[in-house]
């Protein structure tokens, strides 16, 4: 930031009036909460405090939860634009900023912004229903029974997988990378990377193979072999398909979901910090 001078005259600060302008972005705040107790305290202390407008009349939405609320109040304002910042009162809160009921609309005129895309999944099932939903971290394809999965992959209508036996195959975006990707050994990407992780899930064949590294323009199919043998699932988040038996995924950047972080803590900051273990 820049340091303040002068305006002539009045002896106040140039930076004020933009300081005002900043804090008035924010005046309509709609607070959303998990069902914890410490979220429900912290809603109504909020409320009291600074007002609770519906999340359709909002300049900004902020949540208190953890992790889990955080993707359930993108999800559910995916196509508004509205800016999300949520603040831990929950369980995991990687994607959360710190708690405190202090200089709310002050925190969010200075916080820093990413814009992250969707993932939209088409999932054909062996009935011919197609399932259509968006994942913020990934989509994952699980084998249903004792016996693992079949999977053909193909890459921009290309084949570059005949065969993975496997538990499953997940793709993740940048903002997911932490998530589940990360916990089955896939690598974590940084948020403006404009990359795709393919990670599988517990392959059997072929063994070494760790994954791949794709383009977020990719259009990536996953067909399930022996389907009626080894039914397979398809997860978009939370949303299931089962018995799938062709399962397409691509990155959605018709959509942008803005997501606000306290200075320093940045949603890039911490996956940077995340690949460091720190």
Not at 7 to 13: A, E, H, M, Q, W
Not at 30 to 40: D, K, Y
Not at 177 to 194: D, E, M, R
Not at 205 to 219: D, T
């Amino acid at each position: 930031m820049t340091n303040a001078t002068n305006l002539p005259g009045d002896g106040r600060s140039a930076e004020r009036p933009q300081q005002v302008a900043a804090a008035r972005k924010f005046e309509r705040i709609a607070f959303v909460a998990s069902s914890g107790t410490e979220a429900q305290a912290a809603l109504a202390r909020l409320a009291e405090l600074y007002g609770n407008c519906d999340a359709l009349d909002a300049d900004v939405v902020v949540a208190l939860g953890g992790d889990g609320l955080m993707l359930q109040t993108l999800h559910q304002n995916m196509r508004t634009g509205t800016p999300i910042y949520g603040m831990h009162r929950g369980t995991v809160g990687f994607l959360m900023n710190e708690f405190s009921t202090n200089d709310l609309r002050g925190r969010l005129a200075d916080a820093e912004e990413s814009v992250i895309h969707p993932l939209l999944m088409r999932a054909t099932d062996v009935h011919g229903v197609v399932h259509v939903h968006h994942a913020i971290n990934e989509v994952a394809l699980f084998r249903q029974s004792h016996q693992a999965a079949r999977l053909r992959i193909l890459i921009d209508e290309r084949e570059r997988m005949h065969e993975l036996i496997a538990d499953g195959v997940l793709v993740s975006t940048p903002a997911g990378s932490t998530a589940y990707n990360l916990s089955a050994q896939g690598p974590i990407l940084p948020i403006n990377a404009a990359l795709l992780a393919l990670t599988p899930i517990c392959a059997f064949r072929p063994r070494r193979w760790r994954g791949a590294l794709l383009p977020n323009s990719a259009y990536v199919v996953i067909e399930i072999l022996e389907a009626e043998k080894r039914p397979v699932a398809a997860v978009a988040d939370h949303d299931e398909a089962r018995d799938v038996l062709r399962v397409e995924v691509l990155s959605d950047t018709t959509i942008a979901m803005r997501m606000l972080f306290d200075p320093g803590h940045s949603l890039e900051e911490r996956i940077l910090m995340e690949q460091f273990g720190t």
